[in-house]
């Protein structure tokens, strides 16, 4: 079983326009875009509906909207088959998607708009189901409100009866071979008409039953839809909160003075290593690049470089700061716990906070720093070095 999927994103969306002067298939919903949401969605429920089918994903967008529709789905793990462009009425559009699939044969097509994000997986699968028995099956929604009929002047000169009506969503799910004709045959005699698939379908002959739709299952039209969906993510969805841990260690050695934190301190004995040794910019350094899982210090500073010879810890701190900004994540706190016997921290602990935070680019106060003895036991209580560990949180856009 090979089932197709063509999401409908070709639309100009100006009505839901929020001045974002984005077509409303791109615009972020607590930081995803719309289009986004409705793939991962639709895929979803397809995988839950038909675990066993092999499913084709093919998106039709606008002619301009290339670069848009790459960065909506960056880093998606859906496959999807190359976006195909669409034509200038939705009908054109939609009829894009089913030539692009034929050469990979499916048996069925699910034709879905991009702006429904919150496609249920159970009204999938009653479509997927209804096209055992017909050629096609949409969701549908009885009406609830009365229908009233106005004459031109906005003055009402009927009432509609409702028995019998109802209101189509999507996905619409054909036989593939049947949609593809009907669709071919509908552009070959002009007709461009239709608002929906369903009735290219019918005006085709083909036999199209109703399944149960749903209310949450709307279609974002106007900025108010865009405005309620935004609030219905956000509220329930995680934010991206990323951690990362780091630990160093330096040995003494003969010297006058210790870097900690970024603070030069008057000690009897100085710190070993490649660098200024300051363990503890090196443990947040870590625990930094930890929380987008870049590596570590070493990987992006190798000792075996010359040119980190002596070089200011500072320097690190920054690099994985940026890398921070560059995956475009933000420091949302930083901790620090300094392990040894001997300087004294307490003195020197706000001097380190404003210079991490100064480093960081973030305020004092998301900056902790603290010390501790290991009360004369192991290597930091026979004084023979000094140990740092270190958390930062680092929060992303987006949600979980
Ligand atoms: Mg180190």
């Known amino acids: 079983m090979r089932i197709g999927t063509v999401i409908v994103a070709a639309g100009r969306g100006a ?7 984005l077509p409303k298939q791109y615009v972020p919903l607590a930081g995803i875009p719309v289009l986004r949401r409705t793939l991962d969605a639709l895929t979803a429920a397809m995988n839950a509906a038909s675990p066993a089918a092999v499913a084709l994903v093919q998106v039709v967008i606008h002619p301009d909207d290339g670069a848009a529709y790459d960065a909506a789905l960056a880093g998606l793990a859906t496959r999807t088959l190359p976006p195909v462009a669409g034509g200038p009425t939705r009908q054109a559009s939609v009829l894009a998607g089913p030539e692009a699939l034929t050469p990979h044969a499916p048996d069925t097509v699910l034709i879905h708009d991009a702006a429904r994000p919150f496609i249920e997986p159970d009204i999938v699968a009653r479509v997927v189901r209804a ?5 096609g099956a949409i969701p549908a929604l009885a009406l609830s409100d009365t229908l009233k009929h106005a004459n031109a002047s906005g003055h009402i000169d009927g009432t509609v009866p409702r028995d019998g009506l109802w209101r189509a969503q999507t996905p619409q ?5 049947a949609i ?12 461009i008409d239709f608002t929906d698939d369903a009735a290219v379908a019918e005006w085709h002959g083909l036999t199209v039953s109703l399944v149960a739709g749903s209310e949450q ?13 935004e609030r219905s993510f956000a509220g329930t969805e995680f934010p991206d909160v990323r951690t990362g841990t780091g630990f160093d260690v330096h040995r003494f050695a003969p010297g006058d003075h210790v870097w900690l934190a970024g603070v030069r301190i008057p000690h009897t004995e100085t710190l070993d290593g490649h660098s200024d040794a300051d363990v503890a910019l090196h443990a947040l350094t870590d625990a930094l690049l930890g929380a987008i899982g870049d590596g570590d210090i070493g990987k992006h500073f190798p000792p075996s470089e010359m040119r980190w010879k002596g070089a200011a810890s500072h320097i690190f701190l920054e690099d994985a700061a940026r890398r921070v900004a560059a995956f475009g994540g933000r420091i949302s706190n930083v901790d620090l716990t300094i392990l040894c016997e001997a300087p004294r921290i307490g003195p020197h602990r706000d001097e380190m906070r404003t210079a991490i935070a100064r480093m960081l680019r973030i305020d004092i106060a998301r900056v902790g720093v603290k010390a501790t003895t290991t009360e004369g036991l192991g290597f930091t209580g026979r004084r023979e070095g000094i140990a740092a560990m270190a958390s930062a949180t680092v929060i992303l856009p987006g949600t979980l």
């Open 173 to 177: 799910g054909f036989r593939f071979a």
């Open 131 to 135: 096209l055992d028995q017909n050629d």
């Open 180 to 191: 593809l004709a009907a669709h071919r045959a509908a552009a070959a005699v002009g007709r």
């Open 15 to 21: 009505r839901a326009s929020r001045g974002d002067r």
């Open 217 to 229: 299952n709307r279609k974002l039209t106007t900025p108010e839809d865009l405005d309620m969906a």
